[in-house]
C-alpha cells in the first residue's frame, strides 16, 4: 500500500504564504511524475502544479505561475508547493498527486487526503 499525506494547509491573509508538503509512504519503489490540484467550493478540481521526477520540469496554471513554486525530494519521496502573494481565489482544498511504481511490481497514481488552503481578503 501507498499513502500519500500532506500537509502545511491553514488561514492566511491575502499577499501571505504558505508551503505545502506531501510525503509519500508504503511500498513505494520509485515515483514519476507529482503534481498538486485544488478544488474550490462548486468548481471542479483543477491543476495548480506538475514535477518530472528527471529533469524536474515543471508545468503551472496560468493563475498561479510566478506565484507558487513546486519542488521534489526524492531522497524524501517528498513534493512541496511554496505559494507565495496568496488571493482569495486560491482558497480550496489542495490535493497531491504521485505516479508511483511499487515494490510488487505495478503502478499507480495515488491521490492524498487533500488539505485546506483559506485566503482571507
Known amino acids: 500500500q501507498v499513502q500519500l499525506v500532506e500537509s502545511g494547509g491553514g488561514l492566511v491573509q491575502a499577499g501571505g504564504s504558505l508551503r505545502l508538503s506531501c510525503a509519500a509512504s508504503?511500498?513505494?519503489?520509485?515515483?514519476?511524475?507529482m503534481g498538486w490540484y485544488r478544488q474550490a467550493p462548486g468548481k471542479r478540481r483543477e491543476l495548480v502544479a506538475t514535477?518530472?521526477?528527471?529533469?524536474?520540469?515543471?508545468v503551472y496554471a496560468d493563475s498561479v505561475k510566478g506565484r507558487f513554486t513546486i519542488s521534489r525530494d526524492n531522497a524524501k519521496n517528498t513534493v512541496y508547493l511554496q505559494m507565495n502573494s496568496l488571493k482569495p481565489e486560491d482558497t480550496g482544498v489542495y490535493y497531491c498527486t504521485a505516479g508511483v511504481a511499487g515494490t510488487n511490481g505495478t503502478y499507480n497514481d495515488y491521490w492524498g487526503q487533500g488539505t485546506q488552503v483559506t485566503v482571507s481578503s
Open positions: 508504503g511500498s513505494v519503489f520509485s515515483i514519476n511524475a
Open positions: 514535477i518530472t521526477r528527471g529533469l524536474g520540469t515543471t
